[in-house]
């Protein structure tokens, strides 16, 4: 069965701050998706990757895809209240099927 | 262009009642996924439908959950009859083809409450 954990599981910090969150796998994935996701709201998508060893950027968002494609990460710089919300990865392998993280809650105080 | 569109956006019925959830999936997109997501959790796949075929059921609870993707377009999610466990938020997606992955759209999801 294939799992992906992600850490931390909450994370509360103040604006401006930098963070990291994790997303690991003992699975080797195609791609590798990250969403966020507001109360009330269905996810939605910031980035896919798809290239072992693949950096994208969005603004402030950095995401990188693992060598071995089976872990992925995503660096926040400057954090803003804006960015607080619910975020999951998501794993592809195969035909149309995505296996979603634990999640990582953010916070971030203004 | 429209997005997902889910409804309804909230119910609460009573345990061993049934329910059903709708969703419109975005006009062209031939896959839907139907998620059950827990409370500060990750959404979980129940069923996903390639046009008006099932291509993965393995983990819809098949003696009270069933769903249905008519002509390939609309799709509905019903339980019969509901447990305690079942309150959840059910997403509705539907994806498209990029050519290197697949792009998933999410409705709002339906919040269901079981008491």
């Known amino acids: 069965t294939q799992l992906l954990e992600q850490s931390p599981q909450f994370l509360s910090i103040q604006e401006g701050e930098n963070l990291t969150v994790y997303c690991n796998s003992s699975?080797?994935?195609?791609?590798l998706q990250w969403y966020r996701q507001e109360p009330g709201e269905g996810p939605v998508l910031l980035v896919t990757?798809?290239?072992?060893?693949e950096v994208k950027k969005l603004k402030r968002l950095t995401f990188q895809f693992g060598d071995a494609r089976k872990d992925s990460s995503l660096h926040i710089t400057a954090a803003q209240p804006g960015d607080t919300g619910l975020y999951l990865c998501?794993?592809?392998?195969?035909?149309?099927?995505?296996?979603f993280g634990t999640g990582t809650r953010l916070k971030v105080l203004a | 262009e429209a997005g997902v569109a889910q409804s309804p956006r909230y119910k609460i019925i009573e345990k061993r009642q049934s329910v059903a959830f709708w969703c419109n999936p975005i006009s062209g997109h031939a896959t839907l996924y139907w998620y059950q997501q827990i409370l500060g959790q990750g959404p979980k796949l129940l069923i996903q439908f390639q046009n008006n075929g099932v291509v993965d059921d393995s983990q819809l609870p098949k003696d009270r959950f069933s769903a249905e993707r008519l002509k390939g377009v609309d799709s509905t999610l019903k339980i019969q009859p509901a447990k305690l466990e079942d309150s959840a938020v059910y997403l509705c997606?539907?994806?498209?083809?990029?050519?290197?992955?697949?792009?998933?759209?999410f409705g709002p999801g339906t919040r269901l409450t079981v008491t």
């Open positions: 998501a794993g592809g392998s195969g035909t149309y099927k995505y296996i």
């Open positions: 699975s080797v994935f195609s791609s």
């Open positions: 990757v798809v290239t072992g060893g």
């Open positions: 997606a539907s994806s498209l083809w990029t050519g290197l992955s697949y792009e998933q759209y």
